[in-house]
């Protein structure tokens, strides 16, 4: 596959034309301002399902599922609220596949070919290697067969080498309608003062040439760390989340942010060892996770206030490992989420 990359800063040329880093520390779709993006530690995602999964014994699958193929089918019909009528949505599956099938390598979502899609038979089989996450992938094709059939669907997937899956989503017939399907819940954003340094060409923020696209690959990998990132929505994965809660506890939120300590701690000690004082508020920014407005200390600890946060619970879990990191010892923590999406952290060094 062809895809520009920017002759002054290397990213591909779609990236700043698709999405916008804003002064409020988040990553917007262009096209649809009121879509957020974020950049965030792919091989983060599918470490959080297996350990949410070791931690509390249940299988995750269907709810990931589930939960992201209706954020997804909801931003779809968002999208094509504009077509009317059958053929002019069939037209809009075609491109939605092609959509897929491109624009999944630049988001570092896989290597990902359609095998066979048939229309009439409302039926879409793709090969994907090396998926950013398989489940939230399934999520995805599952939603996006429902939004333009206005059907409920199905997807299965099949890993059918290592690291190789074969996905399949086709209608279920006789299934319930998406009537009573939550729309997405949106908190207004508030304004922020972060100035990025944008590349002159291409309008991305000088921090994001440290990412390389492996366009064949369909990958992007944080070079200085050597960690995968994959360019997605925050709301598909809060959706997750919400509905992990919903349907297996109050213990969820607290696991999530465990699981998701866990895995700062192993994989983001050397992104750490790089900073200097201050960058915890790019670091977020450059990934859409928020705008860090205070970092207040107090003897023996901070408290940490971020507007715009994205997926909180794992902002709670990074930062409480970045703490740890600090101070070498596990900080005991407290947060919160306002109505108005402001969180706010306390950690407090010393004690377990
Ligand atoms: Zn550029």
């Known amino acids: 596959m062809k895809l520009k990359l920017c002759k002054t800063c290397g990213v591909p040329v779609r990236i700043g034309k698709d999405q916008s880093w804003n002064p409020d520390g988040t990553i917007t779709q262009r096209r649809d301002p009121d879509h957020r993006m974020m950049l965030f530690d792919s091989e983060g995602v599918d470490a959080l399902f297996t350990s949410i999964e070791q931690l509390i014994g249940v299988p995750l699958e269907k ?4 939960s992201k193929a209706r954020t997804t089918c909801a931003y779809i019909s968002h999208l094509m609220r504009g077509f009317r009528g059958t053929a002019a949505r069939a037209v809009g599956l075609g491109r939605i596949v092609e959509r897929v099938v491109e624009q999944g390598r630049v988001m570092g979502y896989g290597d990902i070919q359609a095998v066979d899609v048939r ?8 090969n994907i290697a090396n998926p950013y996450s398989i489940l939230l992938f399934c999520g995805d094709q599952k939603g996006a067969a429902e939004a333009i059939r206005k059907s409920e669907g199905t997807v299965t997937y099949e ?4 690291g190789v899956f074969h996905v399949v989503a086709y209608n279920a017939p006789h299934a319930p309608g998406l009537e009573n399907r939550l729309a997405l819940k949106q908190v207004p954003r508030k304004p922020g003062d972060i100035e990025h340094e944008l590349c002159p060409r291409c309008r991305v923020p000088g921090g994001i040439s440290s990412f390389k696209w492996g366009l064949e690959q369909g990958t992007i990998v944080h070079e200085p760390t050597g960690l995968r990132y994959a360019l997605f929505g925050p709301g598909g ?3 997750v989340f919400d509905e992990l809660e919903g349907e297996l506890g109050e213990s969820i939120p607290d696991t999530i942010i465990e699981a998701q300590r866990m895995h700062a701690v192993t994989r983001m000690r050397e992104t750490w060892r790089e900073w200097g004082a201050g960058d915890f508020r790019n670091w977020l920014a ?5 705008n860090l407005v205070s970092m207040e200390s107090f003897p023996g600890g901070y408290t940490a ?10 902002l ?3 930062t409480i490992a970045l703490f740890e990191f600090l101070i ?5 923590s407290e947060y919160s989420v306002s109505e108005d999406g402001d969180l706010v952290m306390t950690m407090r060094g010393g004690q377990d």
């Not at 890993?159 to 290592?162: A, D, G, N």
């Open 119 to 126: 229309w009439k038979e409302r039926y879409i089989s793709i």
């Open 159 to 162: 890993e059918v080498s290592p």
């Open 305 to 314: 206030r971020i507007e715009n946060a994205a997926v909180p619970l794992l």
């Open 328 to 332: 070498g010892s596990r900080p005991s």
């Open 63 to 66: 709810i990931v599922i589930e």
């Open 237 to 239: 994965l809060q959706a």
């Open 316 to 318: 709670v879990g990074t």
């Open 286 to 290: 450059l990934r859409g996770l928020g």
